[in-house]
């Protein structure tokens, strides 16, 4: 086969530039999966004055089917009426093309987990929609094959998008997926693309959570999302990795003074 020329790299993601360039790092935060209103309360109250976004998960992509949550669709009517009294956009995790529909009224933000890092047919869908999406990196994903997903994800036109980086699979052992710094700094050397540290997936472990979303942020990271819980070891899903609402706020102040520092 006689190839035509050297094809551009990643065209549509060299065009991108950010809409609007931040000043300090965007805050995401909120549980792995809302539980009840009791909780949500709790939640609003302590990360509201702290975050820009708010997340939660109303449904669950488990590992086995057996121990998934199913639709919550009443929570997330809920979580969507405190977001918005609160002057907050509410993220939601899209699985599948046919939820977008019904979860569109509630949703401010969409997030593409990683699992569905390379559905293409749903980031082609999402890169039509106009809303910001935040893309998970596959924790199997090399750094072209994160910058194809982002191709497909910016084919549709939305120019309000977000990377996420939260881990790779790798050999180690004392964390559940191993964050990697060198692509947060590698993506804000070659591209103008924003990228967000998820410490939380990216390490699975509580007492790293801190440090490693610092690390992200001094590499250049443009904002983090955090899991954090009213009582953390007792979360539903993902308890080995939530902080309390105290280590959530010292991270967030900490987050703003790292930011402000690697960027004058
Ligand atoms: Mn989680």
Redesign the pocket.
């Known amino acids: 086969m006689t190839r035509l020329g050297p094809e551009p790299d990643y065209p549509l993601v060299q065009l991108y530039q950010e809409q609007q360039p931040r000043t300090s790092p965007l805050i995401i935060a909120g549980p792995?999966?809302w539980e009840s209103e009791y909780q949500m309360d709790t939640v609003f109250q302590s990360i509201v004055p702290f975050v820009d976004f708010v997340r939660g998960?109303v449904f669950r992509a488990g590992t086995y089917p057996s121990r998934e949550f199913g639709w919550k669709l009443a929570l997330l009517r809920e979580v969507h009426k405190r977001a918005i009294s609160a002057g907050k956009k509410n993220v939601v995790d899209v699985l599948d093309i046919r939820d977008i529909e019904t979860i569109d009224p509630y949703t401010e933000v969409y997030q593409v987990g990683m699992r569905q890092a390379q559905h293409y047919a749903l980031l082609r869908e999402l890169g039509g929609q106009r809303k910001p999406v935040i893309l998970k990196r596959g924790s199997w994903m090399t750094y072209d094959e994160t910058m194809g997903a982002m191709e497909h994800l910016l084919s549709g036109g939305n120019q309000n998008v977000f990377l996420c980086e939260r881990g790779s699979v790798s050999h180690l052992d004392h964390v559940r997926w191993e964050l990697s710094i060198s692509t947060i700094a590698k993506v804000k050397r070659a591209t103008n693309l924003p990228i967000i540290v998820d410490a939380?997936?990216g390490s699975g472990v509580a007492d790293l959570v801190s440090s490693l979303a610092l690390a992200g942020i001094a590499a250049g990271a443009d904002g983090l999302l955090v899991?954090c819980h009213p009582d953390p070891r007792n979360s539903l899903?993902?308890a080995a990795?939530a902080l309390s609402f105290d280590e959530f706020h010292s991270l967030a102040l900490k987050a703003k003074e790292i930011y402000a520092l690697v960027r004058d």
């Open positions: 792995c999966s998960g939380s997936h899991e899903s993902d990795q």
